[in-house]
């Protein structure tokens, strides 16, 4: 019977502590380090490293947390007297807090620019990028190579390495939480959860670590570090963007969720607090339809999945739906050969994402007679906008990689002429609309042509998947 307890003991034991951050490594200061095989830290592009150190002795010399790289273009988080250094191109990064407690520090690396982030909150700015380290091995608790001593001494914990730049507001919801080694982009993670032995398990990857001369495993006293939620989830994209309405992708990769969806608001870093989509998908991917968007708005959007330890979120991404044209119609009526009457004058333009505008006169329209123009001519650029009038259908289309001012300028420019001696007082009705699609004032609907040789049952169903300004699409068939 005392064998039965003993194991049901030691089971209860090992189930309470997966998922805590409850182990560390200890360090000595003299000649105790971690090295892995190969190159952990990316050494091109973007990427994220990110641990919690606990600094046991004063600050003077030169002392690194971890490292990677040679002299020149090496990588790593340590201090030089009390000065906080970064690598080779980022020699001082501030004061290293000088009190013998635990601290994360996260570097974010961009093409741009560089980021420290202390217990996450951002406490330094680069300016400008730093280097990407060479490809050598990958130590904690000792610079790069055997040429330096710069011991650790004191515990580290909870290292991870991404391959992307996080955002600062990835960087204060995941500092303190133990991962899965599934979080998207993640190339390395070392939770220092093992309790004997001289390896260092990376959960994300195959970059395992071997202690060298013998640094001790020991319970970390860390108690920021909060338990693990065990849910790793990813955020895989955006479609079907409308002017009110946005389709966003996430991915429960590891573990089983009690709910999942996505979430999103416009100022940025969205949370369950904010507007949500719930999917409740238990693990794998989903979709969630986004309705009721402000067209012309920057959203912010993210997956979410949660159980009952707590909730995980996948990446930041961001999108803007699509834009708004102010006036549908407008009307003119010629009196006098070639005498252009602008027509657009109060158009309204909004949203940075402008697919193009079309115009068009569609009713009362004479072919040979009729033109619209821009600056006195039918085809031409005007700014960043290129126009052309198409004189069989009456379209006058404007395209190009331009901003919603600057298509909105172009816009206003929009003049009807007739080029009779004898023009027809009878007035003409020209629409506006934003992309591809052409209004058609019988229905209210969007009609869009598009050429090609198809089949019926594939024909309908790109339109059914086809959506504009929130309306869904659907198959005609003209005659």
């Known amino acids: 019977m005392k064998k039965i307890r003993l194991l049901i003991l030691l089971l209860f034991s090992s189930v309470f502590a997966f998922g805590q951050a409850v182990n560390m490594l200890s360090f000595n200061g003299i000649n105790q380090y971690v090295v892995t095989p190969g190159a952990v830290i990316p050494t091109s592009g973007d990427f994220t490293v990110s641990v919690w150190a606990k600094n046991l002795g004063a600050l003077s010399g030169n002392i690194e947390i971890l490292s990677q790289g040679a002299s020149g273009n090496a990588f790593y988080i340590g201090y030089s007297g009390t000065t906080v250094r970064l690598g080779d191109t980022w020699a001082s990064a501030g004061n290293y807090p000088n009190d013998n407690a635990w601290h994360n520090f996260t570097v974010v690396k961009t093409a741009t620019n560089a980021y420290l982030y202390t217990d996450g909150v951002l406490t330094q700015t680069h300016g400008s990028t730093i280097a990407n380290p060479a490809p050598t091995t990958f130590r904690i608790a000792q610079q790069y190579g055997d040429q330096f001593s710069e011991y650790w001494n004191g515990g580290i914990d909870e290292v991870k390495v991404w391959n992307r730049a996080l955002s600062s507001c990835e960087v204060s919801a995941t500092y303190k939480v133990p991962f899965t080694g599934k979080e998207q982009g993640l190339l390395a993670y070392y939770s220092f959860d093992e309790t004997t032995g001289t390896t260092l398990t990376d959960l994300a990857g195959a970059n395992n670590g071997t202690l060298m001369n013998t640094p001790t495993w020991a319970v970390s006293d860390n108690a920021t570090i909060i338990n693990g939620i065990w849910l790793a989830v990813s955020t895989t994209g955006s479609s079907s963007i409308t002017q009110t309405s946005a389709k966003i992708s996430g991915d429960v990769t590891f573990g089983t969720a009690t709910e999942s969806g996505v979430v999103y608001n416009s100022t940025g870093c969205p949370s369950t607090a904010d507007f949500k989509v719930v999917q409740n998908v238990a ?197």
Do not use: C
């Open 283 to 479: 693990n794998g991917g989903y979709t969630a339809n986004l309705t009721g968007l402000s067209p012309g708005t920057l959203y912010y959007a993210r997956a979410y999945a949660t159980n009952a330890n707590g909730t995980s979120y996948g990446p930041v991404i961001s999108f803007e739906t699509i834009g708004t044209l102010a006036i549908a119609t407008t009307t003119a009526t010629s009196t006098a050969q070639n005498v252009p009457v602008l027509v657009a004058t109060d158009a309204i333009v909004t949203g940075a994402t402008i697919n193009g505008i079309n115009a068009y006169i569609s009713t009362n329209y004479v072919n040979g007679e009729d033109v619209l123009q821009i600056n006195g001519a039918t085809s031409g650029t005007d700014g960043n906008v290129t126009f052309a009038f198409n004189a069989t259908t009456s379209i006058m289309s404007l395209t190009g990689n331009a901003t919603s001012a600057e298509y909105q300028a172009t816009l206003r420019k929009l003049a009807y002429k007739n080029s009779s001696a004898t023009p027809s007082a009878l007035p003409r009705n020209i629409k506006l609309s934003l992309g591809t699609a052409l209004p058609f004032e019988g229905n209210g609907h969007f009609y869009e042509y598009i050429p090609g040789n198809i089949t019926w049952t594939n024909a309908n169903t790109a339109a059914n998947l086809r959506t504009y300004s929130g309306l869904q699409g659907y198959l005609v068939t003209v005659t």
